[in-house]
């Protein structure tokens, strides 16, 4: 058995309790909890504010960041949203792009016809009262050769026809088929006066 001097020693020791003061002490089940041992929720800490300027900014720029990112990816409803719209849009624009081109062949060509038809109606002109029998093949060979002399491919299966019009003037007219996206056919036609000397009797209307 202790002595008594032993026993006053150990409950002195065991009414100490160092281990009692310390938060983290593994308690009896029976104990209540201290009230500065119980974790306090996230509601009750401490604000960014409440712990200085640049927890502050920090906490900002986090939230801050945050509602950026959830703006950007939304609740997920409109995943693959990008996709579709390319879809939908990609043959518009791609058609609209061939409608340009398509535009600008049409133009040159129609301007190089045009060339072609205001040449082979010079020469028609000219030669329709000096030479009756052959003025048109000369107005059709000039048209063909003054076509082939722009160095341009917008027009395929090029031919020219000059025939006589109304009221002592000739005509001549470019035909060819477009080397663009959709082959349209161009046709340009000049109409002109022959050149000739007008007789007083007839007030200038005809060649004499």
Known sequence: MRSPAELKRHGAVRGSRPSQDRGDAVRRPD???RPDAVRRPAAARRPPAARGPAAAR???????LRARFGACRGDGRDRGASAVE???????LLFASLLIIQF???FDAR???LAAAQQGDLVAREDEFVNQAGWAGLAQTAAT?????LDTSVLSAVTAKAKPGQANTVSVTVKGKLTGVWPLTITETVTG???CFRTQVSQGAACG
């Open 31 to 33: 104990a209540a909890p």
């Open 58 to 64: 920090r906490g900002a720029g986090r939230r801050g």
């Open 86 to 92: 390319l879809a939908i849009l990609a043959p518009a």
């Open 104 to 106: 600008a062949l049409w």
């Open 111 to 113: 301007h190089a016809a």
């Open 145 to 149: 050769t003054y076509y082939a002399g």
């Open 193 to 195: 006066p022959i050149e």
